[in-house]
């Protein structure tokens, strides 16, 4: 399939298990960030965003949390799942029109 | 399925030679995002046009243009092609024009130049 193909760094977790994927940001003017998954052969899919006035942000089965004090980002999937398994980006934006993404993570679920 | 289309899905060409890839957005999204995806510089930001007009501007190469026509859908053109320009193209769509707007993207175009 169309996979990334990087030497992308890679989180192996049993299924069920909650997955934590993490992300350092490098411009403390970000305002706005998203994480992306990318399954084999996709395009990246839009998965939870956060804006810099909160910390914690609820999805279903995903939580976003953001430290601005040490500019960090952590994806946590909560009761993993097969079809959890992608590379997953994160995004920021510094008020404008453009997205800056990460180098991703690679996520394995074991059944 | 995102309800964003991109043509061709696969494109092999020499050094030198000159393509164009094709996006129709979602029905109804006004704005477009290129963005190029290579093994060594990751997931990079384009360029973007709203509505026919371009927007915003990122790590696009001068032998790289793009537009939007009348009927919203885009084409990126690549030329003087380098080796280096292999890489997947995304095409994303958007309702509005700002980046809280959600952008779905498309398949992508696998880009080979040999």
């Known amino acids: 399939g169309e996979s990334v193909g990087l030497h992308l760094p890679t989180l192996s977790v049993q299924e069920g298990d909650n997955s934590i994927i993490n992300c350092a940001y490098s411009n403390s003017a970000s305002d706005y960030f998203i994480w992306y998954k990318q399954e084999s052969g996709k395009g990246p899919q839009f998965i939870i965003d956060i804006r810099s006035n909160m910390d914690k942000r609820q999805g279903q089965r995903v939580t976003v949390l953001l430290n601005k004090t040490v500019k960090h980002l952590s994806l946590q999937i909560a009761a993993t799942q097969p079809g959890d398994s992608a590379v997953y980006f994160c995004?920021?934006?510094?008020?404008?029109?453009?997205?800056?993404f990460g180098g991703g993570t690679r996520l394995m679920v074991k059944p | 399925d995102s309800g964003v289309t991109q043509t061709p899905k696969h494109l092999i060409t020499a050094t030198g030679q000159r393509v164009t890839l094709r996006c129709s957005p979602r029905?109804?999204?006004?704005?477009v995002y290129w963005y190029q995806q290579s093994l060594d510089q990751g997931l990079q930001f384009l360029i973007q046009?709203?509505?026919?007009?371009?927007?915003a501007k990122g790590n696009i190469l001068e032998r790289f243009s793009a537009q939007q026509f009348p009927d919203l859908h885009s084409e990126l053109n690549l030329s003087s092609l380098e080796l280096g320009d292999s890489a997947l193209y995304f095409c994303?769509?958007?309702?509005?024009?700002?980046?809280?707007?959600?952008?779905?993207f498309g398949p992508g175009t696998r880009l080979t130049v040999l």
């Open positions: 994303a769509s958007s309702v509005g024009l700002g980046i809280f707007n959600e952008q779905f």
């Open positions: 046009y709203y509505n026919g007009e371009e927007r």
């Open positions: 029905s109804g999204d006004l704005s």
């Open positions: 995004a920021e934006s510094n008020a404008g029109n453009m997205l800056t």
